[in-house]
C-alpha cells in the first residue's frame, strides 16, 4: 500500500504561483509513476501532469505545458507540481497519484492507470 497527502493549495491571483507538494509513505518502492489530476466544479477529473519514476522523464496536458513543472525529490518520496503563470481556468481541486505499473514506453496519463490516489488540495486562481 502507499499513502498520498498532498499540500500546498490555496488562493493566488492570475500570473502567481504556487508549488503543490504530494509525500508518498508505504510501499514507495513499488511507485514506477506519479501524476497529477484536477477537477475543477462540474467537470471531470483531467490529467495534468506525469513523472515516470525510472528515468525521471515527463509528459504534460498542453493547457499546462511550459507553465507546470512536476519534479521529486528521492530522499523524501515526494512529488512536487510547479505552477507558474496561474490562470483562473487552472482553478480546481488538485490530486496527485501513484502508479505501479512499470512502462517501458509511453507514460501514465487516465485515471485507471494509477492505484493509489491523495485526498486533493485546493487551487483557487482569482481574475
Known amino acids: 500500500q502507499v499513502q498520498l497527502v498532498e499540500s500546498g493549495g490555496g488562493l493566488v491571483q492570475a500570473g502567481g504561483s504556487l508549488r503543490l507538494s504530494c509525500a508518498a509513505s508505504?510501499?514507495?518502492?513499488?511507485?514506477?509513476?506519479m501524476g497529477w489530476f484536477r477537477q475543477a466544479p462540474g467537470k471531470e477529473r483531467e490529467f495534468v501532469a506525469t513523472?515516470?519514476?525510472?528515468?525521471?522523464?515527463?509528459y504534460y496536458s498542453d493547457s499546462v505545458k511550459g507553465r507546470f513543472t512536476i519534479s521529486r525529490d528521492n530522499a523524501k518520496n515526494t512529488a512536487y507540481l510547479q505552477m507558474n503563470s496561474l490562470k483562473p481556468e487552472d482553478t480546481a481541486v488538485y490530486y496527485c497519484?501513484?502508479?505501479?505499473?512499470?512502462?517501458?514506453?509511453?507514460?501514465?496519463?487516465?485515471?485507471?492507470?494509477?492505484?493509489?490516489w491523495g485526498q486533493g488540495t485546493q487551487v483557487t486562481v482569482s481574475s
Open positions: 508505504g510501499h514507495t518502492f513499488s511507485i514506477r509513476a
Open positions: 513523472m515516470r519514476w525510472s528515468d525521471g522523464s515527463t
Open positions: 497519484a501513484a502508479s505501479i505499473t512499470y512502462y517501458n514506453f509511453g507514460y501514465h496519463l487516465t485515471m485507471d492507470e494509477y492505484d493509489y
